[in-house]
């Protein structure tokens, strides 16, 4: 069935340092890609997404690129706030088909320390 | 109109009791979706609404979960006879046909005691 696979958490970086948070995906079909984050006590907020393969989602920092022959759409930040200290999760689209619902990861619980 | 609307935000009840949620969606989204979240988990799909069709129920969903969505606006979520299994954080989201993405509400966190 559909699914999608994120690394495990959580994991902890220094302020500035390099983030990659990796994600690959099952799916029936041609599915949209997203990136989810949730702050501490709120909702589910979209962070990014791409549509088809090769696009390059990016938003506040963050970046992830949409690879069909892997795929995989990998959270990448070139350098952490405090602020993003937070639970990450990817999750796929399949909106509009038949399999209308969007299927999320585990969630990968970030801790960024000054 | 500003997002999802849940409410409440957190409720607690005994078990064996009966909780009804509500989920107000953007307004022109015309599909509304409920997953549930426990503690250290991504989110799992419940069940959907195209207007006022339901047209999936996750397997999650037992028998005494029920959803409506009555004029195809807002929804409820209504669970009877609670069980401490029960707990967890329901989502809300909804979506629009064109679109390819959900948006989410804050959530109602249900405790079970």
């Known amino acids: 069935g559909d699914s999608v696979t994120q690394m495990e958490g959580p994991v902890t970086l220094s302020e500035e340092a390099f983030l990659t948070i990796n994600c690959t995906y099952t799916?029936?079909?041609?599915?949209?890609l997203f990136w989810y984050v949730q702050y501490p006590g709120e909702g589910l907020q979209l962070l990014l997404k791409?549509?088809?393969?090769?696009d390059k989602g990016s938003n506040k920092g963050f970046e992830a690129t949409y690879r069909k022959e892997t795929t995989s759409f990998h959270l990448e930040k070139g350098s952490v706030q405090v602020s993003d200290s937070a639970v990450y999760f990817c999750?796929?689209?399949?909106?509009?088909?038949?399999?209308?619902?969007?299927?999320f990861g585990p969630g990968t619980s970030l801790s960024v320390i000054p | 109109d500003t997002g999802v609307s849940q409410n409440p935000r957190h409720k607690i009840t005994k078990r064996g009791q009966n909780v009804t949620f509500r989920c107000d969606p953007i307004?022109?989204?015309?599909?509304l979706y409920w997953y549930r979240q426990t503690l250290g988990q991504g989110p799992e799909f419940l069940t959907y609404?195209?207007?006022?069709?339901?047209?999936?129920k996750s397997r999650l969903l037992s028998d005494r979960f029920s959803a409506e969505r009555p004029k195809g606006s807002f929804s409820t979520l209504e669970i009877q006879r609670t069980e401490q299994g029960d707990s967890a954080m329901y989502l809300c989201?909804?979506?629009?046909?064109?679109?390819?993405?959900?948006?989410f509400g804050q959530g109602t966190r249900l405790t079970v005691v």
């Open positions: 791409a549509t088809k393969a090769d």
């Open positions: 307004s022109e989204h015309n599909r």
């Open positions: 989201a909804s979506s629009f046909v064109k679109y390819t993405e959900a948006f």
């Open positions: 609404f195209q207007n006022e069709a339901q047209l999936e």
């Open positions: 999750a796929l689209s399949l909106l509009g088909t038949s399999y209308d619902k969007v299927i």
């Open positions: 799916a029936t079909g041609y599915p949209s």
